[in-house]
Each structure stands twice: as C-alpha cells, then as structure tokens.
C-alpha cells in the first residue's frame, strides 16, 4: 500500500476531527484547514519538530522512505517500528486517509527534502558538481512543457485525436502534432511520434481528456481542464509533478533525486553517480534501481515534465522554474495582460494566467505557442465555440476580463457577425427510436431519462447517435424490448419487412425542391412511379432518377436506362457504366423525363 501522497491532496481529506486533534498536538490556537495549511507549508518549524522527535519516531521515517512508502500489513511490523508509528501518531506526524473500509498511513512527500537532511548526515562535498550559474532564483510558471500540452489540448478542441487497436495516436495525426511541439536540445533523440505519445500521456494521467469509442478516440474534458487551471501556478505544479513524484513509480527513486537537487543552492549541481553511491551505502533506497546506469527512464520523466534539467556528464539540478516552483519563488501571474489586437489577433504574454490561457483556447486558434503566445479570433474559431455551445455574451465578457488595453469596437461587430452566421444551420447527427404506440413511448421515454435528447412525434424519440450500445443495454436491464437492429432508408426494402411504415417516406419529406410527381401515400407512389418506369423501358428511353443506391444513405441522381422491372425491383444501368444496378421502388424518390411522355 502506497504511502506518499502530495500535501494538497492530503489537507482537503483531513476530517474537522483529524483537524482538531492536530491542532492541540501542535499547540495551535485553531483547527481551521488554514491554519493547519500554514503550519504545514512552515518548514523551518517542520525540520526542528522532526530533529526532536524520538528515535523510534525518526527510525520510523527513514524505515518509510527505504520502503518507498509501501507498508506491511500492521500484523507484520516489529516491536520498534509499532513503537515508531506509535510515536509519529503521538506527535501528529502520522496521518491516517479512509478509502471505504480501508485506513492506510500517508505522508507528504513534499517533506522528503526536510527528512533527508534532518535525519541522515549527507555527504555534500562528494555529491555536489559543478557550480553553473542560474541567472535568477525565480522562474515562469509557463514553461514548453505546458506549451507542449496546449498544443494538444488546441488539437483535440479542432478535431478528436484518433486511436489505434493499441491506443496511439494515428501516424497522420501524430506527426501534424510533431510539427506544432517543442523539442528541447535535451530530448531532439527522441523520435517524433514517441515524443507526441509522451505527452499524450501527460495529459491522459492529468485527465485533461476522456476516451470515447466507435471510434476510438480522446476528447477534451472542459469542465476538469477548466478545474484544473483554476488553481494557483503552484498548484499547477504540483499536480503535474505527481506524474512522476506520486507513488506508484516504487521502481526508481525518481522522489529521492528530486529532493536531492532540491537541497542544493540554485547554482550547484548533483552528481548522479556519488548520489547513486551514496543512496545505496547509506541505506536510503534499498529498492531496484538504484544506480547510475539504470537512472535513465528516470531522468526521462523529470526531463521531460522540467522538473530536472542535465548540466554535464552525470549532473543535474533543477530546472529554473521546478526550483522556482519547490521554493516560492514563482513569478507571480499578471490578471489583464492580454493585447487585444482589432485584427483579431491575441498576444499572451508568459505572465497570463493558466485559466485565461485555457479559456482564450477555447473560443480562438492557436497560431504560435511560445513565450509570447499567439491567438487568433475569428469565424473558424468562433464556429468552433458554437460547437462547444460557448456563448457570445460569454466571450464578450472573456475579452474585457483578459485585455490589458480593452476590445476595439470593430472586433465586437465582427463577434456578433460571426456569432449571427455561425450558429444559422446545425446539422445534426442523432438516432430515433419508434414505438408503434404512442403510450408505450411515453414509457420508453421515463426508462430512459436523460438519453433522450427530444421527440420527433408521438412515437418517435430522438437518442443520440453514439449512445445506442448503451441505451439498448439500459432497456435490456429494464425488461423492454426493442429490436437490435438499426433501420436504415438505404438497405434494400426486404430489411424492413413486417414493418408498415415506408423507409424512405423521410426522404420524400425533407429532400425539398426534386422534381417529383408522387403521390400522397406510400401505395400510390410506386404505383406512379412503376407505370412512369414501364412507359420508359417500352420506349427504350432514358430518363432522370432521384433515388437511394442500395447500402448507402447519400441520395443520388442521375441519368439511367431501366431494363426491366419485376417484383418492386428496377434494372437500370447508370451512365457510363457496364453492369446493371437492381434498385427497389421503396428507394426511388422521383422520376423525371427529358426526352419523352
């Protein structure tokens, strides 16, 4: 069972009892989440609670981080380390998360710098490298790791990101993405596809996507990006580098060189191979793994989300704003940076916040992502609003929120414009579901809820049309039946026997402006169009047909000599072609003659 967790995913699961029992062990004058919050963010008074803390207790620590945070059963610890545990929990260095029946010990492993200097004596001569300037202790929170990331979720917004049986990225798409990523020096071996993957990835474990099948395929998720960018930098951060400092990486001690380097002066730098050493003799990491040969897919995750950065042969430290980030020293984020151009055009400064960020890429297309960040709004973008049913009135108050120098007058015509023509025709992809009574579909309706998306008629309901696996399951459930199979106007009219309704009476109905001279019932119809047929084959004459060709739902029309009818089924050769097409009645919408009556 894993026992390191992030502080800010601990402090929210803290009960008002959890809270207060801290509160009277650490002598604070109230249990309010933030008081609890700023006594656990006070380092300084972090690492001395922890130099006076028994032996068993500090035993107890560094028994947890050799086992990476994966306990034994209660049943299998030893005297002392039930003593230690006991101590911890006396002292309130114990906390205790529920998961159902379940209760397991945590700890944050943001303390792991402070427990490995408080409670084991390093070597620093030995380990630390070279001295390599920094040019300032504070970093950027916006980084290309998080341009890398906006790149796909802009991608994503425009169309979904295919899948494979294997569940990659398709080739084509992944290298139209390779082009639009930054490749840092570091990682310019990485082969273009497996760098797209890669941060596939990050954005898959922050659940910044859901998949969806049929096909298979990633979806931005809004409302948990737009969650997730409503946190502070800090915040931010620390989610993203759970990725790779969270349990579950207990094969490599990715957390121990993180807490290693952040130790270190901004412009020292670690040396991988005394660190490797030293872990092993000192009894720091018992774990496989543990040396210099083997640090290389660990470093690949650090490198990659810029938590560490590789100064030299075997050395590394920091990266400027993982640095920044681990010790407050962000640059602080700037609300209204955004130039507003009447062009359409929108400047991003690095300073603009994450949740302006996310937004701007919502409503308008990203042309460049780099420090200085390019946007553009215009028609396209604005379609794609629509799509996401993002409001005009909600992008309007969008700009003026973000503009550091207000929104020129033309562009907000232009919006409204865009906004008026956009939304003027939908098409509309859904499923209906008829029921030969009415009654019986009012009850369909009540089984299903929140599935039906409206009503045709009396007996028609409309689902949508990726839903229809799990709709036919619900009903199944519910004791309801219904046909498997799905009708469709273009299969041949034996698919639809038994049944009274006409298949392409729906055709006729909304196919407006065609030439036709039918009749008003379904009967009619193809008694007219049948004579119309036979008069032509008589003659041996050509004619106009409007029809549906057999297995496929576009509506054709097209210049054809018919050679025979029998059985409500058409021979016709199309223009231009060598062999017969068999074409039933119920599929021909309408006949019209150019050349004879």
């Avoid at 273009?192 to 659940?207: D, Q």
């Avoid at 916040?353 to 996310?358: G, I, L, V, Y």
Wanted: hydrophobic share 40%.
């Amino acid at each position: 069972m894993t026992g390191f967790v992030s502080l800010e995913r601990l402090l929210p699961r803290l009960t008002d009892e959890d809270r207060a029992t801290l509160a009277a062990r650490w002598g604070l004058p109230e249990a309010s989440p933030q008081a609890i919050r700023e006594r656990l963010k006070d380092t300084a008074w972090v690492a001395a609670t922890w130099r006076n803390l028994p032996p068993v207790a500090q035993k107890a620590i560094q028994t947890w981080i050799r086992r990476r945070g994966v306990w034994p059963a209660w049943v299998s610890c030893d005297t002392e380390l039930k003593a230690g545990l006991w101590a911890l929990e006396e002292h309130g260095w114990l906390f205790v998360l529920h998961d159902g029946y379940y209760q397991y010990p945590v700890w944050p492993w943001e303390f792991m710098p402070l427990a490995l200097d408080s409670l084991w004596d390093i070597p620093w001569a030995r380990l630390k490298g070279h001295s390599g300037s920094r040019p300032s202790p504070t970093g950027e929170p916006w980084t290309p790791v998080w341009q890398n990331i906006f790149e796909i979720l802009s991608f994503c917004r425009q169309e979904p990101l295919l899948l494979t049986t294997e569940g990659r990225p398709y080739r084509r798409q992944a290298m139209k993405l390779a082009k639009r990523l930054v490749v840092p020096p570091a990682q310019s071996h990485i082969p273009e596809e497996e760098w797209v993957r890669l941060h596939v990835w990050v954005i898959e474990r922050l659940h910044f996507v859901r998949f969806e099948d049929d096909p298979a395929r990633l979806l931005v998720d809004e409302d948990r990006v737009s969650r997730f960018f409503d946190q502070s930098p800090a915040e931010i951060w620390g989610a993203l580098s759970e990725l790779v400092l969270e349990p579950g990486q207990t094969y490599g001690p990715h957390l121990l060189l993180f807490s290693l380097a952040q130790l270190l002066p901004p412009d020292e730098t670690l040396q991988l191979e005394a660190a490797a050493h030293w872990m092993k003799s000192a009894r720091v990491f018992d774990g496989p793994g543990g040396d210099v040969k083997t640090f290389g897919h660990i470093l690949s995750l650090l490198i990659l989300l810029q938590l560490i950065e590789v100064t030299g042969p075997n050395e590394i430290r920091l990266h400027d704003s993982a640095y920044a980030w681990s010790h407050g020293l962000f640059v602080p984020e700037e609300a209204q940076s955004v130039v507003v151009q009447a062009t359409g055009e929108l400047f991003l400064p690095p300073e603009t916040p994450f949740r302006d960020r996310n937004t701007i890429d919502r409503w308008a297309t990203l042309v460049k992502s780099d420090r200085m960040t390019v946007y553009r709004l215009d028609a396209d973008s604005i379609q794609r609003a629509v799509r996401q049913n993002y409001p005009q009135n909600q992008v309007v108050e969008d700009l003026h929120r973000i503009s550091r120098t207000g929104v020129p007058d033309n562009l907000l015509v232009n919006l409204h414009d865009w906004y008026r023509l956009a939304a003027r025709h939908r098409i509309y992809e859904v499923t209906v579901i008829h029921s030969e009574d009415a009654g019986e579909s009012r009850t369909l309706e009540t089984a299903l809820g929140a599935e039906v998306v409206g009503r045709l008629s009396p007996t028609d309901l409309i689902i949508r049309a990726d839903r229809v696996k799990e709709i036919l399951k619900r009903l199944k459930r519910a004791g309801i039946p219904v046909m498997p199979d799905i009708l469709r106007p273009s299969q041949p009219r034996a698919a639809f026997a038994g049944s009274p309704e006409d298949p392409v009476t729906p055709y006729r109905l909304q196919v407006g402006g065609l030439p036709t001279k039918t009749g008003p019932t379904p009967q009619r119809q193809n008694d007219e169009l049948e004579q119309r047929i036979q008069l032509h084959i008589q003659r041996q004459t050509p004619f106009e047909m409007t029809f549906l060709m057999p297995g496929e739902s576009q509506v054709r029309r097209a210049i054809v000599m018919a050679v025979g009818l029998k059985g409500g089924v058409v021979d016709v050769y199309l223009a231009g072609q060598q062999r017969p097409h068999r074409i039933p009645l119920g599929q021909i919408l309408a006949v019209e003659s150019h050349y004879a009556d």
